[in-house]
Nanobody, 121 residues
Framework: VQLQASGGGLVQTGGSLSLSCSASGSRFSRVVMGWYRQAPGKEREFLSG????????SYADSVKGRFTISWDDMKNMLYLEMNSLKPEDTAVYYC???????????????WGQGTQVTVSS
């Protein structure tokens, strides 16, 4: 399984940014895909997950209402639409995959490489 995240960059406070993650090397029909982030000096933080079968989603309180996760099963692509960005959203963002939400939110089976998001004040 390979996960490849992209789309990070520099954005001003209040701005928007979209992240993408391409998934390959397996079938992703019944797994949970998600996003984490890690800020300097902090632990990696779960942000959001989505079931590839049924589309059930979960969000951390820190991003609920601002971030939207989606999955395109035709393209095997995971997305994270980020709005109303704040300086505290600055971090390296990672996509991940797990067999279910419990796995995704605790110890994902697979990780992509990170993409840097920087929000300037």
């Amino acid at each position: 399984v390979q996960l490849q995240a992209s789309g990070g960059g520099l954005v001003q406070t209040g701005g928007s940014l979209s992240l993408s993650c391409s998934a390959s090397g397996s079938r992703f029909s019944r797994v949970v895909m998600g996003w984490y982030r890690q800020a300097p000096g902090k632990e990696r933080e779960f942000l959001s997950g989505i079931s590839t079968s049924g589309g059930t989603t979960s969000y951390a309180d820190s991003v609920k209402g601002r971030f939207t996760i989606s999955w395109d099963d035709m393209k095997n692509m995971l997305y994270l639409e980020m709005n109303s960005l704040k300086p505290e959203d600055t971090a390296v963002y990672y996509c991940a995959a797990g067999g279910n939400f419990a796995v995704l939110m605790t110890r994902p089976n697979f990780w992509g490489q990170g993409t840097q998001v920087t929000v300037s004040s």
